[in-house]
């Protein structure tokens, strides 16, 4: 009696009969990719690069092609001109506002992070009751709303005297920068092996011994990922800024652009923008220079 090969799967039915799948449903087709990769690529980059191209074009326009959409596109710019740019740099005090902003947010990040450090570390390291509750606990402190502290610690700053004082600022801002960061570090302090850690111990060293020269060397892309959030939000923060400084030359820049930018019910869209646009290079650059370390520290966080 002949033996009959009976097909096991679908792929090999198909294969008996002839029948061919279209190149439109092959996973590695180009209708496919364009669907799966490109078009959702193309739309995520026209989302977040839209914003900055409208303060760019919006900054070298004239105040004719502003309001005059009838004969200009708002898309584009006809005659281009630095008269907004001008008036921010040397009609405003914008420079000093933006080196204002640069020393707080400096600080209040090596302030923020050296704290954080020094707590993830004995969360995580030094093994006692109640690590893991007060790690949570921390990270919880992280998610208290600003609009519900910043009236407490405005009363706490004024019986210190700090009041219109950048410092204020610098002591205030590690209140919402601790608590992430150390979250932050907390992940990354578990990916290191602590057998490293136990050599040292075996030989001798202390334990800021062993934070200095073994744990923070390895983890540098942890310390630059929390070093970058850090810079960002005390570079952006905006309730804080208004409700602590009040004199126009000690304003920071998300603060500045808006009060002083605006007079009665006239913006001065040109210089907005311009404010805007230069006020986000310093972050950009930062981001652009450590995204590798910045990409690989939230990845170890996130997994543990």
């Known amino acids: ?4 090969l009976v097909p096991e799967s679908p792929a090999e039915v198909q294969a008996a009969v ?6 439109t449903l092959a996973w590695d087709s180009k209708l496919r990719r364009f669907v799966t990769i490109y078009l959702p690529l193309s739309l995520f980059v026209i989302v977040l690069l839209f914003p900055f191209y409208w303060m760019a074009i919006t900054s070298i326009k004239p105040d004719d092609e502003m309001y005059d959409y009838h004969r200009f596109n708002p898309f584009w710019v006809h005659s281009p001109t630095l008269h907004n740019i001008e008036v921010l740099l ?33 969360i995580e390291r030094l093994r006692f009751k ?8 921390i990270y919880l402190a992280y998610l208290v709303p600003p609009s519900i502290l910043f009236i407490p610690l405005a009363t706490l700053i004024y019986q210190f005297g700090l009041f219109d004082n950048p410092v204020s600022l610098i002591l205030t801002y590690p209140t919402f920068l601790v608590p992430f960061c150390t979250w932050l570090l907390i992940g990354y302090f578990k990916s290191i092996p602590y057998e490293l850690e136990e050599c040292a111990l075996i030989d001798g060293a202390s334990r800021l011994q062993i934070l200095r020269r073994i744990t923070l060397p390895l983890a540098v892309p942890g310390l630059i990922s929390a070093g970058i959030f850090a810079f960002t939000l005390s570079w952006n923060e905006f309730i804080y800024a208004l409700a602590f400084i009040q004199s126009t030359d000690k304003k920071t820049v998300p603060v500045a652009i808006l ?19 230069l006020g986000s290079v310093p972050v950009a650059l930062i981001y652009s220079f450590f995204v590798e370390y910045y990409v690989s520290s ?3 966080a996130v997994k543990e």
């Open 1 to 4: 009696m002949t033996d009959v």
């Open 18 to 23: 002839g029948y061919e799948r279209p190149e």
């Open 90 to 122: 040397f009609e405003t005090n914008y420079p000093r506002w933006l080196t204002i902003t640069m020393g707080i947010a400096v600080a209040s990040t090596f302030l923020s992070v050296g704290a954080s450090v020094l707590s993830a570390y004995a």
């Open 130 to 137: 109640g690590a893991q509750h007060v790690g949570l606990a």
């Open 259 to 277: 009060t002083e930018l605006v007079t009665g019910d006239v913006y001065q869209w040109g210089a907005l923008m311009a404010g805007s646009l």
């Open 298 to 300: 939230m990845t170890g």
